[in-house]
């Protein structure tokens, strides 16, 4: 690796390639395998976000170069929505930011946040681009004990004091990838308030935020009063309006933070193609009658998976919203193993815990992503093979 940076070098193989090619190695043996793995939407985007795409193609204007920061409309809708939804002023043009997907900024963030050997307290189980994207800025990650029998609220009265002290920023992740966890106000407004106590930035990944059940509304983080002084959330519209592959998210909050990662963006990027930023802004600014109906169809879903993962005994709680079930591996399993026993004895691929921190191992995610039959089969095969596989 002559050619190749430590920084890069030491980044580990990234996990979900490496269940890619076993999928296909199966798959070529001829079976036919159930993928509850990668967390993205199997739903296209509603037909009026997509014609307006098709329209914005047209006008030759479209096709140049986006403002670094995202287009006004964009911005403009991203503010409006967070006022109606959440009751949260937003200035356009300081306190938002578009992203490439929400992936890139969250990653870009901690450069533009940390410097080298500072430290970044992190969810443990969290989606891996924390880690990745602290260690590629050079900086620690460190943990941020979740209390798995209370449904993972964050503990931050179990975090090191000497790593509160040396810390710059604290990640959250309501609601939740991998485990599903979601929150009410109040610990929102209890991060703020260790934050500002220990003088540490916050940012809230809020990828999940409309893909809730029944008549729970994930609170922003945005609506503690002061946060602003500190905390920024980032969004997205993969999840909620099935956009993954469009890459167009957004970040707010905090102007200083917004500035800095805007800064550090305009010197790699120059923002997303505005026909995308456009058809975004026309999905913030429509009804959100295609996400509910979108979310009560997960819903059902996470329904039939968890009733029969209850026949099987394998247990998980029920979620209030996301894609995931976060369900425990039987007793005595490794989870990376019973992953592995899953795809090669009944064609099942799930995602073992321990791919999101060393806190996930008797763990595996279940994502919600095939339709309602395609969860029965699998729950018809697991049957046969009996509980915990041994
Ligand atoms: C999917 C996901 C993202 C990234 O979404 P983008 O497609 O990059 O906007 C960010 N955070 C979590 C927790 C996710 O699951």
């Not at 992953?339 to 090669?344: C, I, K």
Request: with cysteine; glycine share 10%.
């Amino acid at each position: 690796m002559a050619f190749i940076s430590r920084r890069v070098a030491s980044l580990p193989a990234y996990l979900f390639s490496e269940f890619a090619r076993k999928k296909k190695e199966l798959q070529d043996k001829g079976h036919d395998i159930i993928d509850l793995g990668i967390g993205a939407p199997d739903l296209a985007p509603p037909v009026f976000i997509r014609e307006r795409l098709i329209e914005e193609l047209q006008h030759p204007e479209n096709h140049r170069y986006s403002p670094y920061s995202g287009c006004k409309e964009f911005k403009e809708a991203v503010a409006s929505f967070y006022e109606r939804h959440y009751q949260v002023e937003l200035d356009p043009e300081k306190e938002v930011l578009a992203l490439i997907g929400s992936k890139e900024g969250i990653a870009h963030v901690m450069q533009a946040v940390i410097d080298p050997g500072e430290k970044v307290i992190v969810p443990d189980p969290g989606y891996p681009v924390y880690a990745k994207g602290i260690h590629l800025a050079g900086g620690k990650a460190v943990c941020l004990p979740l209390d798995s029998r209370r449904g993972y609220i964050p503990c931050f009265d179990r975090i090191a004091p000497g790593d509160a002290e040396r810390s710059k920023l604290m990640l959250l992740n309501y609601p939740g990838n991998p485990t599903a966890a979601t929150v009410e106000y109040d610990i929102f407004k209890q991060a703020i308030t260790y934050a500002e106590k220990h003088d540490l930035a916050v940012v809230n990944d809020a990828a999940y935020d409309l893909v809730t059940f029944g008549d729970y509304q994930a609170p922003s983080i945005l609506q503690v009063p002061g946060s602003k002084e500190r905390a920024v959330e980032f969004g997205s519209l993969s999840k909620s309006f099935s956009m993954a592959g469009w890459r167009i998210g957004y970040a707010v909050g905090n102007r200083e933070i917004i500035e800095g990662l805007s800064t550090l963006k305009s010197n790699m990027d120059t923002s997303q193609f505005l026909p995308i930023q456009k058809a975004a802004a026309e999905a913030l600014n429509g009804g959100l009658e295609s996400v509910e109906e979108n979310n009560r169809m997960y819903e059902r879903r996470m329904e039939t998976m968890h009733a029969g993962l209850q026949e099987i005994g394998i247990k998980a709680e029920k979620p209030r919203g996301t894609l995931f079930l976060w369900a425990e591996v039987p007793e005595g399993c490794g989870s990376q193993a019973f992953a592995d026993m899953l795809l090669e004895e009944i064609g099942v691929l799930v995602t073992p815990g321990s791919a999101f921190g060393k806190e996930g191992e008797g763990y595996f995610r279940i994502a919600l992503t095939v339709p309602v039959e395609r969860l029965n089969e699998v729950i018809r095969r697991w049957k046969k093979l009996g509980t915990g596989g041994d």
